[in-house]
């Protein structure tokens, strides 16, 4: 991605950037997001304490667990929605509280679980505001903001609706423009709040497929929040279980889905099989005898 | 996912679409200008000019448009410039400025609780600006002299205090975690009524003439303005239209939802202070210039909107409305009607019934301001 490089430049005038960092000494990449000890809460009501969990760069992650287990929460405190009550959240290293929001948001793009659908407004408008932390006074729209918000909708497929109402488009297609959205926003690293929430089987397929090659083509970073466990399996490269205000499970789809973890963190009764079609993991419920 | 092959160009792919334009609007100076936005700001504009030369024809004394036009350029004869320059100039200009204090006011509240209930009128601002005001009024209880001085700096800045004093209660009473505009709107109508008693309450122990005075104040009139009252309100919008303007890119963003406008880059509580304290401040100008001139903060914006078919109320082309609306009004009381009425119950008659359309019609569609 070319568009990254002023970013990657401007962050290595104050810093070895990402990429000198990887060469490095140790040779260790730095991760893209990484929670030391903490502690998030609403209202005094501990979700998580001291937890630390670090999110490499360049792969998709997927928070899983069950219904108010706090992978929501913990998405948010990522992307600096919810800022916890102890402990630290790194971006690339630095501590988020020390980058401006702007500064935050040309590095870190989050698709909240509902976004609202502005009225009036054309899908080219609605994916055109993922310019803004690009921009500012003395910086206005220029081609290169019409390029890649051009961009952004042919890869998700959207330029024929371009100049259709946001509001009149469909659940999927509504979906696919926040995404587009998000591309636009170039952020290196992006994060899912339940992408396919509301969409029928094949709409959420198509989300995965997209994020996806977002992931292999652009090399971003993913980080999202899936219900269906099977598809997080077979869309993600690593899975985090959480539950029970810490991390019940964490590695590759195969070493998580086992009917072990989904007993222990979804109460769930199951057997694991190769999916047939693409090998990865397939939950197959049992019902109780 | 399924991309269309080779078509990654521009604009002007949809179909009714000449090639070439852009539905959208156009880009100068790097801004996006709505064609629809430009041509709805100029037509209200253009509005205004005319409802300001009506405004000062309108009245006892006949005046031709080519009198008020030659007076107003330095050509009338010794009495025509007393009625023009002295007499009604200042109140087609006051009517004017509240009226865009008001519009711009109601434009900043509606889009950033993002619901066109959520006006300084309803949310309890303009109620906590009057009792300021009515408690300068009613308790300074002077000669004529000391009401004169408190009309030009005093009065504004009790105003001012009254209604930021108010924003910071509901706003406080309704924050949870994020704004919630029906929790806001339905504290700011309790407030409004607690405002309210509090105001009658002081009216009714007040002296006679201070009472009489507060009273007719409340209504809502442009009979009383006078130069020294129009400065403050000019001054307000001179200061406070530039700074909102500039909050217009994150008034945008914010309609996408707060978590949204935070992962944009927003820093989404400095943008909401910025924007409650330049509706407050517009507020109390306007208030303490011609009183509560009620609905138009509420009207105004939406009538803009509808104009400029947006999905926010545009800040400028609104506050032209309310300027509209107001001297519209006023000039419509004084060369219509007969006897002098305050423009606020013309404003109230006609912007009541509107409130109720939109509510009535908010609940079958829920739509966003």
Not at chain 1, 92 to 112: H, Q, W, Y
């Amino acid at each position: 991605m070319t568009a990254h490089a002023p970013t990657i430049a401007r962050s290595g005038a104050a810093r070895p950037s990402t990429s000198a960092a990887a060469s490095g000494a140790d040779g260790v990449t730095p991760p893209a997001l990484e929670a030391r000890g903490v502690t998030l809460a609403y209202d005094r009501a501990v979700v998580f304490e001291g937890l630390d969990l670090s999110i490499e760069q360049g792969r998709v992650t997927t928070l899983i667990g069950a219904n108010g287990s706090g992978k929501s929460t913990l998405l948010k405190a990522f992307g600096r929605l919810l800022a916890p009550s102890a402990g630290s959240v790194e971006l690339g290293g630095r501590p988020m509280k020390s980058l401006a929001t702007r500064e935050v948001a040309r590095r870190l793009a989050i698709l909240p679980q509902k976004p609202l659908t502005p009225s009036a407004t054309t899908v080219r408008d609605l994916v055109s505001r993922g310019r803004h932390p690009h921009q500012s006074l003395l910086r206005p729209w220029t081609p290169q903001d019409s390029t890649v918000v051009d961009t952004a909708l042919a890869s998700t497929g959207l330029t024929e609706l371009a100049d259709r109402d946001a509001g009149s488009l469909s659940g999927g297609q509504l979906q696919r423009a926040w995404i587009a959205l998000i591309l636009a926003q170039e952020a290196p690293t992006i994060l899912l709040d339940e992408p396919t929430t509301f969409l029928d089987l094949a709409h959420q397929l198509d989300v995965l497929r997209l994020v996806r090659s977002i992931n292999r083509e652009r090399g971003a970073t993913v980080v999202m929040v899936l219900h269906d466990l099977t598809l997080a399996g077979r869309y993600s490269d690593r899975l985090v279980v959480v539950g029970e205000g810490r991390v019940i499970a964490d590695g590759t789809p195969w070493e998580v889905l086992t009917p072990d973890t989904l007993r222990r963190a979804f109460a769930l009764e199951a057997m694991v099989i190769p999916d047939p079609s693409s090998g990865a993991p397939l939950i197959v419920p049992v019902d109780p005898e | 996912m399924t991309t269309q092959a080779g078509s990654t160009q521009a604009s002007g792919t949809a179909p009714g679409t000449a090639p070439g334009t852009a539905p959208h609007g156009h880009r100068f100076f790097g801004r996006l200008w709505r064609g629809r936005v430009v041509t709805a700001t100029i037509g209200c504009l253009v509005a205004a000019v005319l409802v300001g030369i009506l405004g000062i024809v309108a009245g006892s004394s006949s005046l031709s448009i080519a009198d008020a036009v030659q007076t107003l350029l330095g050509a009338g004869t010794r009495a025509q410039n007393l009625i023009v320059l002295d007499l009604r100039l200042p109140r087609v200009v006051g009517g004017l400025l509240v009226g865009a204090a008001l519009g711009l006011a109601g434009a900043l509240t509606q889009t950033f609780a993002r619901n066109p209930l959520a006006t300084p009128d309803i949310i309890g601002v303009t109620s906590g600006a009057s009792l300021g005001a009515v408690s300068a009024i009613v308790l300074a209880g002077g000669g004529y002299s000391v009401a004169a001085g408190l009309l030009s700096l005093g009065l504004p800045a009790v105003a001012a205090i009254g209604a930021l004093t108010t924003a910071a209660i509901v706003y406080g009473l309704s924050w949870r975690g994020g704004v919630d505009s029906y929790r806001l709107i339905l504290i700011g109508i309790g407030a409004t009524a607690t405002l309210t008693g509090i105001t009658s309450y002081l009216i009714a122990k007040a002296q006679i003439t201070e009472a009489a005075t507060a009273a007719q104040w409340l209504v809502g009139s442009l009979s009383g303005i006078s130069w020294a009252s129009v400065w403050p309100v000019l001054v307000a919008l001179i200061v406070i239209t530039p700074l909102a303007l500039v909050q217009s890119t994150s008034l945008d963003i914010s309609q996408l939802g707060d978590d949204m406008s935070t992962g944009l880059g927003v820093a989404i509580q400095r943008h909401r202070l910025i924007v409650i304290v330049c509706a407050v401040l517009l507020t109390a100008a306007a208030v303490s210039a011609s009183g509560p001139i009620e609905f138009v903060a509420f009207v105004a914006p939406q009538i803009a909107r509808r104009l400029a078919k947006t999905g926010r109320p545009p800040l400028l082309a609104s506050a032209l409305v309310g300027a509209v609306v107001v001297a519209g009004g006023d000039a419509l009381v004084r060369g219509v009607l007969p006897g002098e009425i305050p423009v606020g119950i013309i404003t109230a008659i006609v912007g009541a019934p509107y409130l109720i359309w939109l509510l009535t019609r908010k609940s079958s569609r829920e739509g966003t301001a």
